[in-house]
């Protein structure tokens, strides 16, 4: 899912390699500097290297973007223009592409490390090799360990091994259903871990926007959407369950204690995010953006390859990521970065006409946070980005206090309308994902396959949150 850099020019692409591979990692230790202190000239260095980064990967990393850099900047131009504040909102804007980028780019160091430790994909092995009647809540519990890790890797890394678990199946009916069966719970777990993980953009897109928001106290309320999504899933699943015919699952040997290794590093992650969360006082995103690198690192000392120094292949990996792997997510950080500066600069300047053509603030906060939830999977047919739409219209919203909700709440509509759009949109990686190993058109994968459980996770999503804004 990585824009690779164009042949004709190899010189220069290396060049501007270096230069993202140089401004990334400055931009990451600037974000936190930037968020934890109250040095002025952070801010205007954060945006700098943002900048930088974005025309550094635009040529040859990040081709596809070019529509969106291009917006971005008659954007920038119309509000200059239009508007008495530009600069005001151009600034926000700004810092709130450079977090998102920051965040990306911090966020990979976890799986770059992941990505080279064979205990992980023994771990996966495991899952994939459950018996029917274990296999979608093990796939679905794994795609939610595994997202943590991995991100969109997880989808590549399950979705592999479900292929090749498959492969020996004679009847072709049973394979495609045993294939199709095992890509939505690896899918549903992927979206499940959206709507609760503190290492999600759209978690920690919607804490960062929402006032008085914390990850701690919004978990409780998201954890009954991620459950509710997986019985959900669970159910239809057993819907389409056939008899129980075909070749049991191989076994390549994987055991239960192949898990530990993931078990405790899960454990070790969330420990540490809570008490390093709760002893700094720090918001989850700038703890995350601080504990994720540092976690990556340790656990590249503690298991290197066999007969290599711990210490000096830690420093190894962390060169090639910076220098290798880091200017590979152009495209992803390109789209991400502008999707959260286009958002946010249009919904600022599009405030007071909104507010001239309907007053949000007398409309009840059950019909707002509502239409979110089911805002977010439309707009995702259409192509947009959740992170385009969200920074787009929360701008627009009344705050929570004047809707007379916890933040909390307005944070869960945001996260599960985020999670279900990733189930349908057939422009999510995790659609093409999915539909890349099916063998199926994304459309078909987002509103055939996922169709039920998109119409049935949007009904119950807003069933919860009409009960949480009726408790405020």
């Known amino acids: 899912m990585t824009d690779q850099p164009a042949e004709p020019w190899p010189e220069a692409a290396r060049m501007l390699d270096r230069i993202s591979a140089l401004a990334l990692p400055l931009l990451v230790l600037t974000v936190i500097l930037r968020d934890t202190t109250t040095v002025a000239f952070l801010h205007p260095l954060a945006r700098g290297l943002f900048v930088l980064a974005l025309f550094a990967l635009a040529p040859f990393r990040a081709r596809r973007r070019w529509p969106f850099l291009a917006v971005s ?23 709130s592409g450079a977090f998102v980028a920051a965040f990306f780019a911090a966020l990979g160091t976890l799986r770059h490390a992941a990505e080279l430790s064979p205990a992980i994909t023994r771990a996966a092995q495991y899952l994939a090799d459950r018996p029917p009647g274990r296999r979608y809540l093990a796939l679905m519990a794994g795609g939610q360990a595994f997202s943590l890790l991995l991100g969109y890797g997880a989808i590549s890394l399950l979705g592999a091994l479900v292929m090749s678990s498959t492969a020996d199946e004679p009847h072709a009916a049973i394979r495609r259903l045993r294939r199709k069966r095992m890509l939505l719970a690896v899918q549903h777990g992927f979206v499940s871990c959206i709507a609760w993980s503190p290492l999600s953009f759209g978690m920690i897109l919607a804490l960062s926007l929402v006032p008085g928001s914390d990850w701690v106290s919004t978990l409780p309320l998201v954890l009954v959407v991620t459950a ?9 699943d057993q819907v389409m369950k056939p008899p129980r015919r075909g070749l049991p699952p191989p076994d390549h040997g994987s055991r239960m204690r192949d898990l530990r290794p993931l078990v405790l590093l899960l454990a070790l992650l969330g420990a540490s995010l809570i008490l390093f969360h709760s002893a700094l006082g720090l918001p989850a995103s700038v703890s995350v953006m601080i504990l994720v690198p540092l976690l990556s690192s340790f656990w590249m000392i503690l298991s290197p390859p066999p007969g290599a120094p711990r210490l000096p292949h830690a420093l190894r990996e962390a060169r090639v990521y910076a220098r290798d792997r880091l200017p590979t997510f152009g495209g992803e950080i390109t789209l991400l970065g502008l999707a959260s500066f286009l958002g946010t600069a249009g919904g600022l300047a599009l405030a007071p006409l909104v507010a001239r053509i309907v ?3 007398t409309l009840p906060a059950a019909v707002l946070l509502v239409a979110m939830v089911w805002l977010l999977p439309l707009m995702g047919y259409l192509g947009a980005h959740p992170m385009l739409t969200v920074s787009l219209v929360y701008p627009l919203l009344p705050a929570p206090a004047d809707m007379g909700v916890a933040p909390a709440v307005v944070v869960c509509a945001i996260t599960a309308g985020w999670a279900i759009s990733g189930a349908t949109s057939p422009f999510t990686a995790a659609t093409l994902l999915i539909g890349r190993f099916a063998g ?18 949007l009904a119950l999503s807003s069933l919860w949150i009409v009960i949480l804004t009726c408790w405020a």
């Open 440 to 457: 199926a058109p994304p459309l078909r994968v987002g509103a055939i396959w996922n169709g039920p459980f998109t119409l049935a996770a």
């Open 359 to 361: 007053d949000l603030d």
């Open 73 to 95: 900047v008659l954007l920038a131009f119309w509000v200059t223009l239009t508007r008495d504040d530009p600069g005001a909102i151009l600034n926000r804007a700004l810092d």
């Open 228 to 236: 509710v999504f997986c019985l959900l899933g669970w159910g239809l």
